[in-house]
Structure formats: C-alpha cells, structure tokens
C-alpha cells in the first residue's frame, strides 16, 4: 500500500523557517517526480514547487522562487521542503504528492498519490 506522510509543520513567526518532510511507504520516491502544494482557506491549490524524478528539474512557484528549496533524500526515501522567510501569506495545508514535475511547472491526475498535508501558519 503506497503511502505518502507530510511533517514539519507548525506555526513559525514572518521571516522565520520551516522545513516540511514528506516521507514514503510502498515507492520509492527517487523514480517519481514529487510535488509539493498549498491551500489556504478560500483559496484553490497551488503548486508551490516539484524535484522530478531522479533529481531532474525543479520548479518554484514565483511567489516561493528564492525562499524555498526542495529536496530528496534517497537513502531515508523523503522529500524536503525548506522554507525560510516566512509570510503570513504562506500560510496553508501543505501537501506532496507524485506529480509530472518540469522546470516550468507540474501536473498531476487521479492516478497520483497525496499525503494528508500538514498544517502551516505564519503568524506573529
């Protein structure tokens, strides 16, 4: 049974840091390229950022480009996002899931797997 599981979480104050661990069971992560997403109350999912299989491109959402990284960990089968210099605007659920990842963007479809997100708030 695949299973994708964020953590990292929590709330962190504006200009202070995060890193979110999306972590799998059931793939191996390294062969799939993995997204990471946002969605704050109101608001429809974004795509935020993307690792593309094998540690191909990645891609940034504009408003993220410069503030957040995403990686992989091969051995220990997780994704990372790190995220420093919060704003309070980035607060949201944040999800990974397995996507089609390029430098320009991501996609995904009903075939893909999503963790259950974990919740980010940015607030003084």
């Known amino acids: 049974q695949v299973r994708l599981v964020e953590s990292g979480g929590g709330l962190a104050q504006p200009g202070g840091s995060l890193r979110l661990s999306c972590a799998a069971s059931g793939l191996y992560l390294y062969y799939y390229g993995i997204g990471w997403f946002r969605q704050a109350p109101g608001k429809d999912r974004e795509g935020v950022s993307c690792?593309?299989?094998?540690?191909?491109?990645?891609y940034y959402l504009s408003d993220v480009k410069g503030r957040f990284s995403v990686s992989r960990d091969k051995d220990k089968n997780t994704v990372y996002l790190q995220m420093n210099n919060l704003k309070p605007e980035d607060t949201a659920i944040y999800y990974c899931a397995t996507v089609i990842c390029a430098e320009n963007g991501l996609g995904y479809d009903d075939n893909d797997y999503w963790g259950q997100g974990t919740q980010v708030t940015i607030s003084s």
């Open positions: 690792i593309s299989s094998k540690d191909g491109p990645k």
